[in-house]
């Protein structure tokens, strides 16, 4: 039996987590620790963007042309708000919206996210265990030149274009791990740092206090997996963000960011030349390809993984 | 300049409000007082039948055929909330959902319940005054052999099926009319009661304090339109309710719940036997069709009413 513990983000998290579902047996145990700091409130109702996008994929229900969302979506509820005079900058298709009316009602509720987030996840289907790194506040925002912005208004208002000159974890000083994230780590046979964004799905869990302690103290075998691939980032703005904050824009830079936290960094065959560079910063290398794809490639990556364990 | 105010539950009520809209000049006034005491919370959401019934058949958006909700309705989100385990009894098509997820984040930020109705009015185009009865909470429960149900239970869930002992107006003696009702009761030339369920949406308008004094004390010419057919009610549970709770199934039985209330009593052709009985009670007598059908037979209806004024 295997135990797999993977931090996570959206699309690159989500991938990977359904790789680990396909190649893991019935009797391996994964828990997918997903980054909440992207959550926002919009129409009074409760977004958890990681979240749903980690179960939505485990589910098979996501939109996996677009990255996000669900599948066949319709958007009737949406464009009726919109007549009401609400701003709908943030698209929400009818079928997704009844994940945060139903999350929302049951937080209202006193339900805690990570109990909530368990029950939609296993109304869909889901096997693996789908945890927010906490139940608590936790808010990341952005520092640009055009002042401090909410992280949704950052990602999708202003389509990732200012530069990131800070990140701010509102709220993570006093957010408690949701139960099972700390055994997930302490317990694990292998955690796996996914292929998401370090600053803004890493770091904000690594921010819970004594999260980044387990994974550090952690005798699982650690592994980091690059979202970095040629100088570029497979999805999003995590190129933009290493170089405004001063970074190497390369797996090279992701890998001294991760310096202390895993063993292994998992680069793509096309930074094959970063390995000598990464091995001598102290980290093993394992050298594939990363950018996955669909399921066999994400399957494929999984096994890789795994074979480190 | 006629000044009309309609008191108004759901479905009579919107129909009304509707032929008195059409009939209406452009400098004449119309306000509609509505029922509240249907209003429920479901899925965390503000749910305010009579008031969308109303809105939404101003608007010409309402399923005619159906007698609620909107026309051409789609219900994604509803069925993905089923799959999450949701009790989807209570049926929400998916841009009637826009209403309820509009209304209640605004709530929630401290709009009262008048207010996000005239946004909500205004943004569909509505031009009269659609005014709860009240911002403060009035629910109406129901008293069966089964015991005590809340409203849409009652309604909804188990289709009045239950035998009704009684009625209570719960937070009513603490309820304040919302603001606009009593001025609209007091300044009218007309003030018109609905052909609406006299128990379920008319009673628990008065229960509010001041309002029943505001229609005992108007200048206005006050006319009642009995939802009492032929010995039936044209829609929903008002006969049997009018029988269990030990009145007379008919039109003269609503007079006499309507006694002090109003001046004239609008009754069918259908129970054109019952105008002398009624008169005697002391009522003028407005004899016609009051089964409205389609917006040709509202529009009919209320210019005979305006004609009263």
């Not at 485990?58 to 005079?85: K, P, Q």
């Not at 996210?113 to 996840?121: H, M, Q, R, Y």
């Not at 949704?152 to 974890?169: I, K, M, N, S, W």
């Amino acid at each position: 039996m295997t135990r797999v513990t993977l931090l996570a983000g959206g699309v690159g998290g989500a991938r990977l987590a359904h790789g680990l579902d396909l190649a893991l047996d019935s009797d391996d145990d994964l828990t997918v620790v997903v980054n909440v700091g992207d959550d926002t409130e919009l129409h009074g109702l409760a977004i958890s963007p990681d979240i749903d996008t980690v179960v939505y994929t485990l589910a098979g229900l996501n939109d996996e042309e677009r990255g996000w969302g669900l599948r066949g979506e319709t958007y009737a509820t949406l464009e009726a708000m919109s007549r009401l005079g609400e701003d709908t900058w943030f698209t929400l298709g009818d079928r997704d919206l009844a994940t945060h009316v139903v999350r929302t009602a049951r937080l209202r509720r006193g339900e805690p996210l990570s109990s909530v987030t368990a029950g939609i996840a296993a109304s869909l289907g889901v096997r693996p265990r789908v945890l927010p790194v906490t139940d608590d506040p936790l808010v990341t925002l952005v520092d640009t030149p055009s002042g401090r912005l909410g992280f949704q208004e950052y990602f999708v208002g202003r389509q990732h274009a200012d530069a990131v000159l800070g990140l701010t974890f509102d709220g993570a000083d006093d957010a408690r791990p949701a139960p099972g994230v700390l055994p997930a780590l302490t317990d694990a046979g292998l955690v796996v740092l996914a292929p998401s964004n370090p600053f803004l799905s890493i770091h904000p869990q690594l921010a819970v206090p004594g999260v980044r302690e387990a994974l550090v103290a952690t005798h699982a075998r650690r592994v980091g997996v690059s979202p970095i691939v040629g100088g570029q980032a497979i999805k999003g703005p995590a190129a933009q963000i290493l170089e405004t904050l001063g970074h190497e824009v390369s797996a090279l830079g992701v890998a001294r960011l991760y310096t202390g936290l895993v063993d292994v960094m998992c680069i793509d065959e096309a930074d094959a030349a970063l390995a000598g560079p990464i091995e001598e910063l102290g980290f093993d290398v394992l050298v594939t390809r990363t950018v996955m794809g669909g399921p066999p490639g994400r399957e494929r990556l999984a096994r890789e993984l795994l074979a480190l364990a």
